[in-house]
């Protein structure tokens, strides 16, 4: 199997807290013999569960970067039982760039998995992570946001997966994050996410959507924060009380709670997130900016429920993602 690319500079096995980094090896214009450098924390304090940490899948998406820098720097190894990896910037070119794919090589994290040891910049992190983290964890969070073109409810998420005794210790982990909303995330193409990679290795995996729009703000900083704390302390590697609000659980049955796109132009917003709709609700306006005397195109929901995302800038493009509706529910 080829070796990859990528080494550490942090031993896994040792005890204390230890900051480094990944180190790949990348030939560019402005430095021939040059290495990509990607921050990585590890603290470590006996036998226990180990966790994975992860912010900046996407480069465009803050809230997970902001609350794992901030761990990263308070973190006390004499706190925990186990093992904690925090990378903040998991795509760590597009993250820099503010971008949600790496302006090296155009790639999109979330889709290369499970990476290629001899591919491009991003293939190669990802290998490294499928390959050399992921068998580590116990439990692994990755923290988005709607980025620059989304913008969604906070929630934190788990999948329907084959194994259902796995299935409830992800939705177990899901509920002890405690974002406002608790979502079952129907994914659009799931076969080469970080997310499944980790859950065909067995893993407690749930990620986030913490808000969008390639900011944030006080709040959903705050619910990152939390929900970081209150994950640790479900898997028993710091002590303490989880701190628990009220979070709506919603589902995401079928296709049918996506709306796309099938013509660009000008969106009019028509319900904000968070709000109700049933079947038939016009959730946008997509009005044609070639010429006036047009009438827009709407589009309606499909099911009843909450709207929990929606394009965010004002221009879409036929194929993007309008709209998101997910189904309040009692229990999974």
Known sequence: MTASPVSSTIDYEKDGIQHG?????????DSGWGSLMIPITMAKNGDGPTALLTGGNHGDEFEGPIALWDLAQTINADDIKGRVIIVPGMNYPAFKASKRTSPIDGGNMNRVFPGNPRGNITEKIADYFYRHLLPLADYVLDMHSGGKTMDFVPFCAAHILEDKEQQAKCVAAMRA????????????????????AAENMGKVFISTELGGGGTMSARTIAIAKKGVRNLLIHAGIIQGKLEVSESLSLDMPDGDCYVFSESSGLYEICVDIGSEVQAGDLLGRVHNIERTGIAPTEYYAKIDGVLAGRHFPGHINMGDFLGVVAVPVDDY
């Open 177 to 196: 994050y405690n974002a406002p909303n608790s979502v079952m995330l129907l994914e659009i193409e799931a076969t080469n996410m970080y997310d499944t």
């Open 21 to 29: 980094f990944l180190s790949l090896p990348h030939s560019h214009d």
